[in-house]
């Protein structure tokens, strides 16, 4: 919910500063297929970035998540570009891949078959008083 609220609000920022710039903004039939494409542009250069980076999006760190691969490591930045392709197939086929993970044993979804990833809780650390 964190990482689709911070896409919604780039994607807000941008359309006040387009409308700030003088352009007007426009809900049409012309118009909304180009507003769909800069919502789906935001969501992939936002999804490319922490993939990029090697690391878990602000979203994943505030619910206490973290992707693991099936071996039990960190994945690579490769494994994470194909948990990003294949999260794509999964949407795509009418969200199958998604509510695939309702019915799977271990609860994965496609994508986490298909990079061999799959989120998991933060290990705790444990801080003890100092005696």
Request: proline fraction near 4%; charge should be positive.
């Amino acid at each position: 919910m964190l990482d689709g609220s911070m896409m919604l609000i780039s994607l807000g920022i941008f359309l006040i500063i387009f409308h700030l710039a003088g352009a007007k903004v426009v809900l049409n039939q012309t118009t909304l297929p180009l507003y769909g494409f800069m919502a789906f542009a935001t969501l992939v250069l936002y999804r490319l970035l922490w993939c990029l980076a090697g690391t878990d999006s602000v979203g994943m760190r505030w619910s206490g998540l973290r992707l693991i691969s099936f071996d039990g490591v960190i994945p690579h930045r490769g494994q994470r570009m194909q948990r990003l392709m294949s999260s794509f197939i999964s949407l795509v086929a009418g969200g199958l891949g998604l509510f695939w993970g309702l019915v799977d044993e271990e609860h994965l979804t496609w994508h986490d078959h298909m990079s061999k990833t799959f989120p998991t809780p933060r290990a705790r650390l444990l801080r003890y008083p100092k005696r």
